[in-house]
């Protein structure tokens, strides 16, 4: 089974400033990683994913997410933000061993507030 | 995006009651979810289906039952509601597999009092 921590609950910062979202996992098998973002009164849509290669990862909307392998972790990143990014932002990780469960499991989110 | 719809939107009702949510998609994914949103929670996933009359439960399904008789439509039923399944309900459709992009209706709001 997976498991996946997001260490902070809540990140306030200021327009223009550089941000990290952090993420962990815990999983006995490899796996697929996801970050999604909710925008207030939205539903969730997806920012990126690490499937395999590269273990810097570039999204939408400017965001990044680094797969560090050691560390169990998988953080996103942005190097200035603005008032629009704004929301929920999920972490989650799927089984990507051959015949693993294909369901998501989710972190319990970080709210970023981008503050003027 | 998927064309995702769900409703209703927002629902009131009462404890003990049955309520139904449905969730409608015009992308024909093969996969749907049907998940709930709690603050200090996250996602969890109730239901899910991998084709039609094909379900599966998920890590939160006491007391909900799904069905799936259309590729397009998928059933939530809260068969006796209670106060804990106050929540927003949130339906998902993918392709299947574990690398494959879910995408999210808006969501359905519950209260229940």
């Known amino acids: 089974a997976q498991s996946v921590t997001q260490l902070d609950s809540q990140v306030p910062v200021f327009e223009e400033a550089p941000v990290e979202l952090r993420c962990n996992y815990s999983?006995?098998?490899?796996?697929?990683l996801f970050w999604y973002v909710q925008y207030p009164n939205q539903g969730l849509q997806l920012l990126l994913k690490y499937l395999s290669g590269s273990t810097l990862v570039k999204g939408i909307n400017g965001f990044e997410a680094e797969f560090n392998k050691s560390q169990t972790s998988f953080h996103l990143r942005k190097p200035s933000v603005h008032i629009s990014d704004t929301a929920e932002y999920f972490c989650a990780v799927s089984d990507s061993t051959q015949g693993g469960s294909e369901k998501l499991v989710f972190g319990k989110g970080t709210k970023l507030t981008v503050n003027p | 995006d998927a064309g995702i719809t769900q409703s209703p939107r927002h629902k009131v009702t009462e404890t003990g009651t049955p309520v139904t949510l449905r969730c409608h998609q015009t992308?024909?994914?093969?996969?749907m979810y049907w998940y709930r949103q709690d603050p200090g929670h996250g996602l969890r996933l109730i239901h899910y289906s991998y084709g039609v009359k094909d379900t599966d439960k998920g890590e939160v399904s006491d007391g909900y039952s799904v069905s799936r008789s259309k590729t397009e439509d998928f059933l939530l039923t809260l068969e006796s509601a209670t106060s804990s399944q106050t929540s927003v309900y949130f339906c998902?459709?993918?392709?299947?597999?574990?690398?494959?992009?879910?995408?999210f209706g808006p969501g359905t709001r519950l209260l229940v009092l």
């Open positions: 998902a459709t993918g392709v299947g597999g574990a690398r494959e992009t879910q995408y």
């Open positions: 992308e024909n994914h093969r996969y």
């Open positions: 999983s006995s098998v490899s796996v697929y």
